[in-house]
């Protein structure tokens, strides 16, 4: 008997269930994560082949270029609770508002007399040129020792753990501003710190 031929017919595959995944997991990714803010003052950091990931809690970042200083505590949470300290210390009182206004900004310097009119700004404006002049570390007006002490405290009261600080400094600025900088954490007792470097391709 002649066999008989089956006709052969294209396999045709459903990705409609897989689509439906894909941008279901999509959306959930862009709603969840947390946009990057711009940094005030850009450092190109010195080259390292030491890997360790900067921690993102419980950890300050001193950001250091142009002789200016910036500060940044993680945690919103510890960020309003910081400024809180700040105000109580300089006797200044800040409003609910302003409070939450300032726990979503990252990186920022500028005198503690000029933080009710920066943190009345729009993100837009606190970037422009000549607006963040740098946190004062000058021996009769150190606000950044301040900044560090009540972010200190802040990270302890409401994460419960001690904080970290990191240093991130410009590869071309001057050691003597590095020092000052090291020297606001030593009187604190704070000899453990991280610096932030580039990573670089060990030797074989």
Do not use: H
């Not at 740098?134 to 301040?146: A, E, F, K, R, V």
């Not at 030593?186 to 990573?199: G, I, R």
């Amino acid at each position: 008997m002649p066999r008989i031929k089956v006709k052969r017919t294209s396999t045709v595959t459903d990705m409609t269930a897989m689509c439906d995944v894909a941008s279901l997991l999509l959306t959930f990714f862009i709603l969840t994560a947390t946009a990057r803010q711009p940094e005030p003052l850009a450092v190109q950091t010195p080259s390292s082949t030491y890997e360790f990931k900067v921690p993102a809690e419980n950890n300050a970042i001193l950001t250091i270029g142009q002789g200016k200083v910036f500060f940044e505590v993680a945690g919103n949470k510890v960020r309003a609770k910081t400024l809180e300290l700040i105000g109580q210390q300089y006797n200044i009182s800040f409003t609910p508002e302003e409070i939450q206004r300032f726990s979503v900004i990252s990186t920022f310097g500028v005198p503690v007399s000029d933080l009710k009119k920066f943190i009345a700004m729009s993100g837009s404006d606190r970037m422009k040129p000549g607006v963040q002049t740098g946190i004062p570390t000058d021996s009769t007006d150190n606000q950044l020792n301040s900044w560090v002490l009540q972010a200190r405290t802040a990270t302890a009261e409401i994460n419960q753990q001690p904080m970290r600080v990191s240093i991130k400094g410009d590869a071309k600025e001057e050691y003597p501003v590095i020092k000052k900088i090291v020297d606001v954490l030593q009187k604190q007792k704070v000899n453990k710190f991280l610096l932030v470097t580039n990573s670089e391709a060990k030797k074989k």
